[in-house]
Each structure stands twice: as structure tokens, then as C-alpha cells.
């Protein structure tokens, strides 16, 4: 019995090429601003430009989405947003008005918690 609980108390096994903390934030951050690319270039295949994020980060495409379920799974993932917040209100300090009316205008929908 004591050899089930301990089996089942790990949801997810730690990816083999975990991604750490602050790269993702990186690389989030950098799919933020990539995203938005979007707006400006409809009708055009960008998939390029993450591409180029996650090789800029010399990180596999694979590792980054096992990562990114594992700290989903874990509960980690929150930290990991607003860490990537902070570095996009420093590489553009008027994006923090943006942000906030964003916040505002969806205040009702519900947070991401695990």
C-alpha cells in the first residue's frame, strides 16, 4: 500500500532537460512580444520567430513544452508570468498601462490555479 501512495504522489516526472525558472520567463516573455507581432503582420506565418526565440535561448522546442507542463503541474507556473511581466515592463515601461487595463477589463474572469 505504502509503495502506491509514494508512486502517485509524483503527477509528473522532472522533464530530463528541465528548462530552469528564469529562462522560461525569458522565453515567455519573448513569445509575449512575438504574439503581438501578430496583430501588426495578419496573414503571415510567424512560427519562425519563435523558432528563433527558443534557438536565441538554446533551448529544443520539445524540452520547452515538457518544462512547461511540468511547472503547470507543479504550481509553478504563476511565478514564472509575473517573472516574465517584470522583464517585459523593463524592456518597455509603457507596457505597463496596457497591462493593467488588460487586468481591468478581465477582471471577472477567473485566475489559473492549480
Do not use: W
Not at 525558472?21 to 525569458?26: A, D, G, L, P, V
Not at 507581432?37 to 513544452?65: C, M, P, W
Not at 505597463?96 to 477589463?105: A, I, L, P, V
Request: glycine share 2%.
Amino acid at each position: 500500500m505504502f509503495l502506491f501512495l509514494v508512486s502517485c504522489s509524483e503527477y509528473i516526472s522532472k522533464p530530463k532537460n528541465l528548462v530552469d525558472k528564469s529562462t522560461m520567463s525569458e522565453i515567455l516573455a519573448d513569445l509575449a512580444i512575438n504574439d503581438q507581432i501578430t496583430f501588426t503582420f495578419q496573414n503571415k506565418n510567424l512560427e519562425s520567430g519563435t523558432r528563433y526565440i527558443l534557438k536565441n535561448h538554446n533551448v529544443k522546442a520539445d524540452d520547452f513544452v515538457e518544462s512547461y507542463k511540468y511547472y503547470v503541474v507543479k504550481g509553478k507556473m504563476s511565478k514564472i508570468v509575473e517573472e516574465a511581466q517584470e522583464i517585459l515592463l523593463k524592456k518597455d515601461p509603457k507596457a505597463e498601462g496596457f497591462m493593467k487595463s488588460k487586468m481591468e477589463k478581465n477582471k471577472n474572469l477567473p485566475t489559473l490555479v492549480r
